[in-house]
Structures are given as C-alpha cells and as structure tokens.
Nanobody, 115 residues
C-alpha cells in the first residue's frame, strides 16, 4: 500500500525558510514523478512543484526562484525547500504520487507565514 508522510511545516515569518519532507513507501518510488500541492483556506488545491524520476523539475510561476524540489531515491524522500516565504504561501502542503490512474496523497503539513 502506498503511503506518503509529510513533515517540516510550521510557523515562519515573512522572508523566512522551511524545508518540507515527503517520505514514501509501498511504491517503486524511484520511477515515479512526485508532486507537491498546496491548499489555502477557501481555495482550490494547486500544484506547486514536481520532480520526475530523472530529476527534471517544474514549478508554479508563483514559487519560481524561491522554492526548490529535490529527491533522494535512496531514502524514498522528496524535499521542498522554501525560501523567501510570503504570507500568500500559507497553506496545507501535500505530496502526491499518481500511479496507474490513482492519486495518492499524504495527510498534509501546515505552513503558516505570518509576522
């Protein structure tokens, strides 16, 4: 069974940094694209960043230049380094694997950017 567990969220001041982690199990992790999504109160879930099996990345325009997604296949973990955080980055962050037409999600980790 595929399981995704996010960690690393918290409260940070504007301009600060956080690193989120997504630990995966139950899948052939190294061959799958892993995505980070976020959902703010009253808004739809949106794609933030993705990393393919070979390390290619893409980002939402709103986070380009500030966020970096990476993966460690030996640890079955994907990271999201978030720098220069803004209040509008406040959301619950989820990691996602899409396998054979099925979306798998973690429980999410809350990121709050506030002074």
């Amino acid at each position: 069974q595929v399981q995704l567990v996010e960690s690393g969220g918290g409260l940070v001041q504007p301009g600060g940094s956080l690193r989120l982690s997504c630990a995966a199990s139950g899948s052939i992790f190294r061959i799958n694209t892993i995505r980070w999504f976020r959902q703010a109160p009253g808004k739809q879930r949106e794609l933030v960043a993705a990393v393919t099996s070979v390390g290619s990345t893409n980002y939402a325009d709103s986070v380009k230049g500030r966020f970096t997604i990476s993966r460690d296949n030996d640890k079955n973990t994907v990271y999201l380094q978030m720098n220069s955080l803004k209040p509008e980055d406040t959301a619950v962050y989820y990691c996602n694997e899409h396998i054979s037409g099925v979306n798998y999600w973690g429980q999410g980790t809350q990121v709050t950017v506030s002074s």
